[in-house]
């Protein structure tokens, strides 16, 4: 795992479209009053998004998303053999400063970030080269609830149509791991040296970034 970095240039893109975007006048792609359900695509996976307006101001959204799958990654010579499970829902409170489509905001989700599996062959645990060796693995955030914050925008594209795009963090608070070697020869002060390095690595921060198409009434 590597601590989050956002990517500076994207991110200052981003803001200064924005911003343009939120400057072109107070045309709202969702009125006051009016519901809406987006679906799209986001970092906790397919996602769907009940939205409400409350003024020319405020709003709020109840985003939810789920991806589960297997993926191989290697670590120091151990080949890892794991599942990983993301998702969750959240409750957002949007400010719109402009009464346009821009708008900031925050919140946080009920989440699920987790990982487990095994890992097998020859190479360094802690401080100390091991071979053939057989560990189970597992990791999940220390926050199961995530605050959130981020910059997004609404836009109309077609009478009732929106497209709407977030870009923000997701605070996870760390990461807890569990490592636990099944071949009998790992010494336990290596064992909690790995889960120590491994934790060390694991983000604080996970970014949140969305792209949906809605539909609002």
């Known amino acids: 795992m590597h601590t989050f970095r956002p990517p500076f240039k994207t991110v200052r893109r981003f803001c200064a479209l924005a911003v343009f975007l939120g400057a072109q006048g107070a045309a709202q792609a969702q009125e006051p009053g009016e519901f ?15 939205t409400y307006r409350i003024s020319d101001k405020l709003g709020v959204r109840v985003p939810a998303g789920y991806f589960g799958g297997d993926f191989d990654t290697s670590e120091d010579g151990i080949d890892y053999d ?44 802690g401080d100390t080269i091991y071979n053939n060796i057989d560990l189970a693995f597992d ?46 020869q790992v010494s336990q002060s290596d064992i909690d040296a790995e889960i120590a390095n491994i934790e060390g690595d694991a983000p604080d921060f996970i970014p949140y970034v969305k792209l949906s198409v809605g539909f609002r009434f």
Do not use: C, H
């Open 82 to 125: 794991l599942n990983a499970s993301i998702g969750g829902i959240g409750l957002l409170a949007d400010y719109y400063p402009l009464s346009g489509g821009l708008r900031l905001s925050g919140g946080a989700f009920l989440s699920k970030y987790e990982a487990d599996g095994t890992g097998q062959g020859s190479g360094q645990i």
């Open 139 to 184: 990791a999940e955030a220390e926050n199961y609830v995530m605050p959130t914050l981020s910059l997004g925008y609404d836009g109309s594209i077609g009478q009732r149509w929106t497209l709407s795009a977030d870009l923000g963090a997701m605070y996870t608070g760390g990461f807890d791991v569990t490592l636990q070697d099944r071949s009998g």
């Open 36 to 50: 809406g359900i987006n679906l799209g695509v986001s970092t906790l996976g397919p996602t769907i998004e009940g």
